[in-house]
């Protein structure tokens, strides 16, 4: 809208300059050839009248100066006047100094190319421009006639053109029109902002909405009252969308959930196969080769019911781990003392080289003791299988706090963690070991997550690695 205004201001201040130059050099046209149909005529009349000399080309300049007829006539019309014969040669010319500021050299003789313009010219008539000291001067060549009409001499009219009043007339009309359109702009302006607010506000809205809008969660479709025609199209299609993402979210969340409890069954009875092979494999032997009457037999049924009871831990162990990561953390918010509970948790363990630090004695916070327990059981259990190999190894657990953040840590100079391996750490069923389901860092992050936390590690390979738990601590937490 501003730009086609000033667009707008900018054409109209070339087309009123443009305007006034067509109507000046009319204007100026105009009155060069009244002024010289009035010098023709009164030398017409002139002739008319008595005089001393016959009206011939060689008696002009004689006539001319009886009774001062040239000076009078170039008085009245303001002109200087000059007169030629027919070969371009001077015959006689008005006082410059007597009609006002023009001055100019006589010409001894008319250029060449104005005679052959005037012989070839259908009115008889040519009209010369130039510039003299700033001003311009518009020139007329005629030819003029006695009483039969004759052609006696040629009468060349200088004309200086004066813009001056035309000049002034422009710069008010611009001056106006600069003022109008000021205002115009003003108002554009104005307009412009409030349009532009009006319709950013819903877009903005709109944008917002967009923003928020989840696949995983329930989105609110927009309602927005008194908007255009274009933003209520938008609005439609956006609510259409969020319809059809609604639909689309319950597909896929079914979809996901089959899919899931596919894998889950696939991986039970991966993992249950496992350890019901050599439970049969034993049993069969055992049927094969028993025999009451061996000396060894009670020797031997020992030995096969630890082989089946090995094996039915196994399942146990199996059984408790899916159990374990399909509940969902319940939080119970009890109010522990996390140093306490963590040096708790390590009392389990016997290695000598797994050691707990604390920055405070006592460090408050409001969380759930078995799902604490489990978090540092399964994270330290993974730094001791990681150092397994290693000559002198060392896991340290450490804990401490900021004003907002309870942070854990769990360290070791194991074996490490490779980078191709590092983006699936805490997937779950994913594992490095020859044993186990590779479920315990996909629960630990899912406890910690539920506590509107993060867990995250470093590892460098052969170096060992870095597990960090950051707890957001409670406003209650806050003032300890």
Not at 37 to 49: L, M, P, S, T
């Amino acid at each position: 809208m501003i730009f086609i205004v000033l667009i707008a201001s900018v054409l109209m201040a070339a087309t009123a300059i443009y305007q006034y130059n067509e109507e000046a050099e009319d204007y100026h046209n105009d009155r060069l050839y009244r002024k010289e149909n009035n010098v023709k005529d009164q030398i017409r009349y002139q002739f008319k009248a008595k005089t001393t000399y016959p009206i011939v080309t060689k008696n002009i300049p004689l006539i001319f100066k009886e009774k001062n007829f040239i000076y009078e006539l170039a008085d009245i019309h303001n002109l200087e006047i000059k007169l030629y014969d027919f070969n371009g040669n001077f015959l006689i010319a008005s006082n410059a100094s007597s009609i006002g500021e023009y001055t100019d050299i006589e010409p001894e003789k008319l250029p060449k190319n104005i005679l052959t313009d005037l012989n070839n010219s259908y009115e008889k008539r040519v009209v010369t421009k130039n510039i003299d000291r700033g001003s311009v001067v518009q020139s007329s060549y005629t030819y003029i006639t006695d009483n039969q009409f004759k052609p006696l001499a040629i009468l060349a009219l200088p004309y200086i053109q004066d813009n001056q009043f035309i000049t002034r007339e422009l710069d008010e009309y611009l001056e106006r029109l600069g003022l109008v359109y000021s205002l115009v702009l003003l108002i554009a302006v104005v307009l412009a902002y409030f349009l532009s607010t009006y319709i950013t506000k819903s877009l903005k809205h709109i944008s917002d909405k967009i923003n928020q809008t989840r696949l995983e969660k329930q989105n609110t479709k927009i309602e927005i009252e008194d908007a255009s025609h274009e933003i209520n199209t938008l609005i439609q299609s956006y609510n259409s969308m969020i319809d059809e993402l609604e639909d689309s979210a319950v597909k896929l969340a079914t979809s996901e959930r089959e899919q899931a409890w596919r894998e889950m069954a696939k991986q039970v009875a991966h993992e249950i196969k496992n350890p019901l092979t050599p439970m049969r494999l034993t049993i069969q032997s055992f049927q094969r080769k028993f025999d009451p009457s061996e000396t060894d037999i009670h020797q031997k049924v020992d030995e096969y019911s630890k082989t089946l009871i090995q094996q039915i831990d196994t399942m146990s162990t199996i059984a408790e781990a899916f159990s374990n990561f399909a509940k969902m953390p319940v939080q119970k918010n009890e109010r522990l003392n996390i140093v306490e509970v963590i040096h708790l948790a390590l009392d389990i363990f016997n290695e000598d080289y797994v050691s707990f630090t604390s920055t405070n004695q006592e460090i408050i916070g409001n969380f759930d003791r078995t799902q604490l327990i489990r978090v540092i059981t399964n994270l330290v259990k993974n730094a001791i299988q990681a150092t397994s190999t290693i000559k002198n190894p060392t896991i340290i657990v450490n804990v401490s706090k900021n004003k907002n953040n309870i942070t854990i840590t769990v360290s070791d100079n194991g074996t490490g963690i490779k980078e191709e391996n590092k983006k699936h750490v805490f997937q779950p069923k994913f594992t490095t070991k020859s044993s186990g389901m590779g479920l315990g860092l996909a629960m630990v992050k899912n406890i910690i997550e539920t506590y509107s936390g993060t867990i995250s590690f470093v590892s460098e390979p052969n170096k060992g690695t870095i597990f960090t738990i950051t707890l957001p601590k409670t406003e209650e937490n806050n003032n300890l």
